[in-house]
Every structure is written in C-alpha cells, then in structure tokens.
C-alpha cells in the first residue's frame, strides 16, 4: 500500500515565478491538506481539500491556491515566488473533514528553495 | 483557536536516560492531540495519537504520553533513550476539521 506520495522532491525556483507541487493521497483517504515547514520551525497548515473544493484555510496569501482532482490527488500552486516561500512543504492526508479519529498521514514533503 | 508550546527547543539526554518532551495545548473544544517525529530530510511520522480514550497513550518505538486535561499538557516519555531517537519531535493539536496545530517542535541529541 502505497502512502502519500508527493513530486518532486526538491525545487530550485527564482523569485517572481510560479511553482506547482504535487500530493497523492493514501488509498483509501479522501482529503488532503497542505503544510509549509521553514527551515527550525514547525508545519503551518495552508489549506484542505475535500470534495475538490477548499474546506479550510490558514493565514496564507491568495498567492497560494490549489485544486484536488476527482482521483483525490492534489495540487498546490504558488505564484509570484518570494525568498521567504522557501521551506519543506509537506502534504497530509486524511478521512473525510470530519474524521476527527483519523490520523493525519504525511509524506516525504518537497524542499522548494527560491533564489 | 487552538496553539501549542513545546518547551525547550533541543534536549539532550545519555543513551539508556529517560526521555521527556514537554507539550502544553489550549484549545476552546475537547482536543485530539499528536506527537509526530521527523528524521531529517523526511516526512513526519505519528508516534502516537490521543482521542478522548484512555489518558496513558502508547506509541510506537517505546514512546508513551500522558493527557492531563488540569494541566493542559500531553508530554511524551521513554524510559531509556536509543540511538536511534535522535530526531525532531513535534505536538499538534486537532480541534475542528482535520486541520493540524503543531508546536515549534523539539530536536533531541541522544549521547553515546
């Protein structure tokens, strides 16, 4: 059983462009959420998607945006690149939005480094 | 709105030593609380989960913690340290929604 698998697995981007990241759940799950790690620090939830459409939203700009495909897998976009997007973004999956007794499974995150 | 504080950012502790991290959460609705570890350049793994069941929670890799709902606090423990957990380790907190919480997280040395 495959877990949640993420592509690719470092970015090297310039400021000002835009990037797209890439999350397949874990069979069996149908929600995905999205995290930005910097560097020392700890996850920042940035958005879930359930249904395709975006059920949750942290404090992060329009920059960000997202889509989730019929398949479950998702997408994460971020436009117009600054130095400080750089960070491990790591994706989630879960249970439904309600799954309040399921666990949240990650996976091996994408190192985007911005320069 | 709920948050999280882990107290000390790196610990250090002998090989064969216990292990304890500390974690205090605030949350306005009943808590389902995570202890996650990361190894460098990876993922985070769930150690072990606590949803409104039994206080004492065991984990895996020898890992346990304790939900105290006076104290606010979920702190994760193990007897005698391995080499093998030297890692990062980080609380979170669910409240609403599968949206995660986590604290600032804790980098522990293990010394031979």
């Not at chain 1, 690719?8 to 149908?30: A, E, F, M, Y």
């Not at chain 1, 929600?31 to 940035?46: D, E, M, N, R």
Request: with cysteine.
């Amino acid at each position: 059983d495959a877990g949640v698998t993420q592509s690719p697995t470092h970015l090297i981007k310039t400021r000002g462009q835009q990037v797209t990241l890439r999350c397949s759940p874990k069979s069996g799950h149908d929600t995905v959420s999205w995290y930005q790690q910097a560097l020392g620090q700890g996850p920042q939830f940035i958005f879930q998607y359930y249904e395709e459409e975006e059920r949750q939203r942290g404090n992060f700009p329009d920059r960000f945006s997202g889509h989730q495909f019929p398949n479950y897998s998702s997408e994460l976009n971020v436009n117009a690149l600054l130095l400080g997007d750089s960070a491990l973004y790591l994706c989630a999956s879960g249970s439904g939005v309600r799954g309040l007794n399921t666990e949240a499974f990650f996976g091996q995150g994408t190192r985007l480094t911005v320069v | 709105a709920q948050s999280v504080t882990q107290l000390g950012s790196h610990v250090s502790v002998s090989e064969g030593a216990l292990v304890l991290l500390r974690c205090n959460y605030s949350s306005s609705v009943p808590p389902y609380l995570f202890w996650y570890v990361q190894y460098p350049n990876q993922g985070l793994q769930l150690l072990l989960k606590y949803t409104s069941a039994a206080t004492l929670v065991k984990g895996i890799n020898g890992f346990e913690a304790e939900f105290k709902k006076s104290e606010t606090s979920f702190h994760l423990t193990k007897p005698s340290a391995h080499m093998s957990d030297a890692a990062e380790y980080f609380c979170a907190v669910r409240a609403a929604g599968n949206k995660l919480t986590f604290g600032g997280g804790t980098r522990v040395l293990v010394k031979p």
